[in-house]
Structure formats: structure tokens, C-alpha cells
């Protein structure tokens, strides 16, 4: 369905120092169709800028976005924003994605409105309807973003983003703001939308528990690298890094600072002088780690 | 010794052809050193709660009732007044980053900007401090991303630094709105701490949260909120183990650990809320008297607003 091949990102930062943030580092990543792959890591780990690099709304420094055969990153704009229609993105902060001028039923119809697909009436039941599925009451649609609560925004945001039936959606921390039934609910509909429609969700989340009840599979990213993939990571998980990350183990340093070689060495209780060099990801039946303990050497 | 005292409070909005009652008649205190945790449904009016506190609600708004902070009661108190408090005695940690961070400023200038004022320590020192606030909160490398902007900070980073920003001043009261949102469990254990220490200076702490685990480990009581109203407040360790209210069984429930089962039915709504207990509509355990408003009970020194405990 959509496929990253060795992408990254750098920002640029100050006029003096011209030493960028990376905030990806050579990323190969795929989602199957109709299938969820969890993303987990810490804070700045570079989570959101991966998943708005694979819709494109943050241009990787270098690497390829495949998605249903084309490579994203070669498209005009113009042929982008047509396919822009079945890639979709639940934001972080609902409240940086809504133009505050526009009442809320505005903000959901815009995707019809931009791609020219409904007329008025269907519009205005497509809408409610819309409004309906993430439980909310359509008395709101006549609001505008400051006037509702954080949750209930985010829902706003998630009848936006399933408007136009994408075939996939990158999911960033979409129920940060939810109480833990809302969140069920609102979880099950995009499985139940999952299964009926056949859509991909990239879901990042900080919530183990939940990356684990709705992933097919789970990512693990770190310092701008996935350091393992693959089935029942948070079960049996191989890294050291996520081994710390379940509380598992404990790093034995709290200055994260990485040199060269594997990002996680200043933290890894079980580094070694082989760490001084970069590691490679290696394939074992199906999980893909990065880290020397599996290389053969 | 109380330190906030909330009585009867209304808060409504007027919209142009509604009227959105988003709290209906709360009544709570919290004591010094202690830390009270603010849950429940979303859009139930916990923000507006703690925004009414502040007086940091828009113009449209209708407020009835009493909120004695030290003895006076905060919504008699003229803007100058009120200035003197803001920031000072009662610190308030948005929910939203986006919203609450200029996007023009440094985020160093922008953290340091309360403790100039409140404080009255100079920018140098007030930024030096931000970045050690920073550093604790691992905001990597310090000295370099107190010359950002909000835009070159990830989610969790912003969150962090609104919290470094809130709790800057030593304030006697912080209400801090959903502080862990989006941050990972090795990062929460920071603010765990930092609101730990607080807490051991007795300092008090009203938290605005969704998330559980996080009010279980810090608040000493829990307050849940339906529908604009405060529906039972409670002793932590006895809430976790048996709420009282059906509300709090049903929400206990739906946890992703316990199977991700949602309550069933939809929100009520705020602009016609369901006749008396605003839940019943989606309780197990509605019976006939539930039409009718139930009042709040006494349970071992414990508070339910349900029939059920009559
Ligand atoms: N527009 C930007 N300009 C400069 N640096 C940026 C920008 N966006 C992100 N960064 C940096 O890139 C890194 C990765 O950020 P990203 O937002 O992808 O993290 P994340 O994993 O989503 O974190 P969180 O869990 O906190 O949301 C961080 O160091 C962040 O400061
Ligand atoms: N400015 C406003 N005008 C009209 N209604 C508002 C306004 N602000 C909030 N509301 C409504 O008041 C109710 C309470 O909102 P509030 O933000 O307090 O909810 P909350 O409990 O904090 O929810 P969440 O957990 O989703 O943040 C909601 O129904 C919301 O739609
Ligand atoms: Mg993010
Ligand atoms: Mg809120």
C-alpha cells in the first residue's frame, strides 16, 4: 500500500552552527493493505515527522514515498493534492490542523468542497452523519473550534480525516485528549472503518497498551531510527531499547548523547566495544532488529 | 486548611440561538498539599472549571456562584486584582500547546517570562533557569533549544515546556490541564516527580486528566465529572479499587487494559441535558427515581450524586 525507502529528514537550525537536528534517519518502512502498524518511541523521536513525510506534508531530505506504485516524491503538486484524497492525517494538535474563522461543519465539508464531490444536500448529510459517527452532537457543527472541548476537536479533526474514505491514514496520537471510553469508541470505529473499507493506519501512539490491541504490527522508533519491527515486539521484545522503553530494563545513563555508532550507546545497559560502529538491521523470522546483539559478526 | 473553596458554580455560554450549560452546579474544595485529580467524560466542562477559576473565559459567558481562593472569592475581584494572582498564586498549565505558545517568540523567552514578572529575577537568569527546567524535563541539548521557536519543538516537548512554564513561579495552587497528553512513560515520570515535589512543599495541585494511571499515582482524591456536574469525589486508593458512582464503574471499564469496551450510548448533550441524574440514560442500573435529580451523598466521608447510595 504505501511503502518509505530510506527516508530522512534534517532541519536545518541557527546561522552559526549550520549542524542540523535529524530528526529521520534512513527509514525503510511499510504498511500492507487494510493493515495497522503501531509506532511507538519516545518524544522526539521523530515519530510525526515520519508520518507527514509519507503523506508528503513534510518533504524528506532524501528517500522515496511509494504509494500504490507512484513515487510521492517526483509528483507536481497538482497530481499530489488529487491523491491527497486517500491519504489522510489525524493530527497531534487538532487545534493548529482547523482554521479558527471557519464554523466546524466548514472545516469538515471542505474535503468535498476541494474535490468537487458532493452536492449541497448530500454534502449536508454526509456531514451529519460524519458528526454522528464519532459521537458527537451536530449542534456543534455550528461552532467554531474555540468554542468545544479538546476532545471533542480531535473528533471533529477524525470525521475530517474519514470524510472522503482514504485508503490510508496516519493516525498521530488521535486519542491524546479522549476520555478511556470515548477513546474505545472512537478506536473501534476506524477498526470497524479498517475492515469495511480496507483502509492502512499508521498509528502513532504513547499508549503501549493500546499500540498493542490495535496493531497488526509495531515500529519502535528511536533518535530518528526504527530499531525493531515485526509481531508481538511489546510481548517479546528483542532490543535493549525497548526493553527499556516497557520498563524492562533501565538505561544506565541519562545523558543521551551518541557520537557515532548505535544512537542508543550511551544508554544501552548491554552496549559493547561493537557498538562504537554503526549496527545494521538483521531479519529473524519476521522481526527486524537494529542492534549488534543479533549480527553475526 | 482549604486552599481553593468552589460553591454552586454555573458556568453557560451563550451562543446565538443556544445556551451550553458546561458546569451546572460544582461544588469541590482542595486542601493544602494536596492534590485533587479532575476526571471523566470529554466535553464534560472540566477545562471550563478550571478556566473559570482563572476568569480566562471569553466574553459570552454567564457565571453564577463562589470561588474563594485565601479567603476571597476570585470572581468579585477586578481585573487588576485578579493580575496579582494569575501566574502567582494560582498557575494554570493549558491544554492546548498550540494555542498557548506564541509562535513567534523563543520558547526560552516565552518560559521565562512568568518567573520575570512573578519572580522578579532578570531575562538572563530567568532563561538560565529555563534551561534547567529544560534539562529536567530532557529537553535536549538545553542550551540550544531555549533559542528555539514552538514549531522546531515536538509534540511532547511542547507539552513539557508549558508545564516548565506553569510551575516555574511556586505558585500555591496549579491547575494543570492535561499535563501528560501525548508524552511517553519515561518522560510522565518527570512530571510525576517534579508534581511530587511540589506536593511535599505543600503546594496544591488541582490535575485536569484522562489519564488514569497518572491520577492514581498522585492525586489524593479523585473528583469525576459527567455532564457539567461533579458526579462523586473520592478517596484515591478506594476509587481505583471500587468507585462508587455507575458513571466511574462504566469508565473504569472501557480502560484498553480491561478490553477497550466503550459505555454504550451516546454524550448527552449540553444544551438539553437529560431530566434529572444526567447518566440515566445509559445506566445499568436506572430505576424509576432517576428522573428525578439526585443530590449528593456522604459515603464514609466520601461523595456520590446517585440514588443508588440514598
Ligand atoms: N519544523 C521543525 N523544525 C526544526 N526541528 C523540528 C521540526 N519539527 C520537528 N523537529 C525536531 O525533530 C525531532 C523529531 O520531532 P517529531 O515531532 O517528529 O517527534 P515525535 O516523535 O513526534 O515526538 P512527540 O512524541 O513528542 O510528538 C525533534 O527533535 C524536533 O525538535
Ligand atoms: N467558548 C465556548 N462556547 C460554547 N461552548 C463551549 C465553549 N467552550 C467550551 N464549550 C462547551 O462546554 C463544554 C465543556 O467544555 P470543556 O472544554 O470544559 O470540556 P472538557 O471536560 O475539558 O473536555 P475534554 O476532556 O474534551 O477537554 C463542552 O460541551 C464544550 O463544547
Ligand atoms: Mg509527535
Ligand atoms: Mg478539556
Request: glycine share 6%.
Amino acid at each position: 500500500m504505501i511503502k518509505g525507502i530510506n527516508l530522512s529528514k534534517i532541519y536545518e537550525s541557527g546561522f552559526i552552527s549550520k549542524k542540523g537536528i535529524v530528526a529521520v534517519d534512513g527509514v525503510d518502512i511499510e504498511i500492507r493493505e487494510q493493515e495497522t502498524l503501531a509506532l511507538v518511541g519516545e518524544s522526539g523521536s521523530g515519530k510525526s515527522t515520519l508520518g507527514r513525510i509519507l503523506l508528503l506534508l513534510t518533504k524528506p531530505t532524501s528517500g522515496k514515498v511509494i504509494f500504490d506504485r507512484v513515487d510521492l516524491t517526483r509528483l507536481r503538486n497538482r497530481k499530489l493534492r488529487d491523491l491527497r484524497r486517500k491519504m489522510q492525517i489525524i493530527p497531534q494538535h487538532p487545534e493548529d490542523a482547523l482554521d479558527p474563522r471557519w464554523k466546524l461543519y466548514d472545516s469538515i465539508a471542505e474535503p468535498f468542497r476541494i474535490h468537487k464531490i458532493a452536492g449541497k444536500d448530500d454534502e449536508e448529510e454526509t456531514v451529519h452523519k460524519l458528526i454522528e459517527l464519532v459521537g458527537l452532537d451536530q449542534e456543534l457543527l455550528r461552532r467554531y473550534p474555540h468554542e468545544v472541548s479538546g476532545g471533542e476537536l480531535q473528533r471533529v479533526v477524525i470525521a475530517r480525516a474519514i470524510a472522503l474514505n482514504p485508503k490510508f491514514i496516519v493516525c498521530d496520537e488521535p486519542t491524546s485528549m479522549l476520555d478511556v471510553s470515548v477513546q474505545a469508541s472512537v478506536v473501534n470505529l476506524l477498526m470497524d472503518l479498517q475492515r469495511k473499507l480496507s483502509m492502512s493506519y499508521l498509528f502513532i501512539t504513547h499508549d503501549l497498551e493500546l499500540a498493542d490491541i490495535v496493531a497488526d504490527r509495531i515500529a519502535v522508533m528511536y533518535a530518528g531510527q526504527i530499531v525493531e519491527e515485526g509481531i508481538g515486539v511489546l510481548k517479546d521484545p528483542l532490543h535493549p531499547y525497548t526493553q527499556t522503553l516497557l520498563g524492562i530494563t533501565t538505561p544506565i545513563s541519562r545523558e543521551a548523547i551518541t557520537p557515532r555508532g548505535c544512537k542508543f550507546y550511551n544508554l544501552c545497559p548491554e552496549r559493547s566495544s561493537k557498538c562504537l560502529n554503526a549496527p545494521k538491521t538483521v531479519e529473524m523470522s519476521g522481526r527486524r532488529v537494529k542492534c549488534h546483539l543479533y549480527m553475526e559478526h | 486548611m482549604w486552599v481553593l473553596v468552589v460553591r454552586d458554580l454555573h458556568v453557560h455560554f451563550v451562543l446565538e440561538n443556544m445556551t451550553v450549560k458546561a458546569v451546572d452546579g460544582v461544588s469541590f474544595h482542595v486542601s493544602e498539599g494536596e492534590a485533587l485529580a479532575l476526571i471523566g467524560e470529554s466535553g464534560s466542562g472540566k477545562s471550563v472549571l478550571g478556566m473559570t477559576i482563572l476568569r480566562l473565559l471569553p466574553e459570552n459567558v454567564r457565571v453564577n456562584g463562589k470561588i474563594l481562593f485565601n479567603g476571597s472569592n476570585l470572581l468579585d475581584l477586578s481585573e487588576e486584582g485578579l493580575r496579582e494572582i494569575r501566574g502567582k498564586e494560582i498557575a494554570w498549565v493549558p491544554q492546548n500547546p498550540a494555542t498557548s505558545l506564541n509562535p513567534v517568540m523563543k520558547v526560552g523567552i516565552q518560559v521565562a517570562e512568568p518567573m520575570e514578572i512573578h519572580l522578579r529575577i532578570d531575562r538572563k537568569s530567568a532563561v538560565q533557569r529555563v534551561a534547567n527546567l529544560l534539562k529536567f524535563f530532557d529537553i535536549n541539548p538545553p542550551e540550544k533549544r531555549v533559542n528555539e521557536y514552538p514549531h522546531q519543538y515536538s509534540g511532547g516537548m511542547k507539552q513539557r515546556a508549558l508545564v516548565a512554564m506553569g510551575t516555574s513561579t511556586k505558585p500555591k495552587l496549579i491547575i494543570a490541564d492535561e499535563p501528560t497528553k501525548g508524552i511517553d512513560m519515561t518522560k510522565k515520570v518527570s512530571i510525576v516527580e517534579l508534581f511530587r515535589k511540589i506536593k511535599k512543599n505543600e503546594l496544591s495541585l488541582l490535575l485536569i486528566t484522562h489519564d488514569l494511571p497518572f491520577a492514581e499515582k498522585l492525586a489524593d482524591r479523585i473528583a469525576v465529572m459527567y455532564c457539567g456536574q461533579i458526579v462523586e469525589v473520592c478517596n484515591v486508593k478506594k476509587f481505583f479499587k471500587s468507585p462508587l458512582h455507575p458513571y466511574s464503574k462504566a469508565l473504569l471499564n472501557s480502560l484498553p487494559s480491561r478490553g477497550l469496551k466503550p459505555i454504550k450510548g451516546n454524550p448527552p448533550s449540553m444544551v438539553n441535558p437529560p431530566k434529572g441524574c444526567k447518566f440515566h440514560p445509559r445506566c445499568e442500573y436506572m430505576s424509576g427515581r432517576c428522573l428525578e435529580e439526585p443530590q449528593m451523598f456522604e459515603i464514609d466521608g466520601n461523595l456520590v450524586r446517585c440514588w443508588l447510595y440514598d
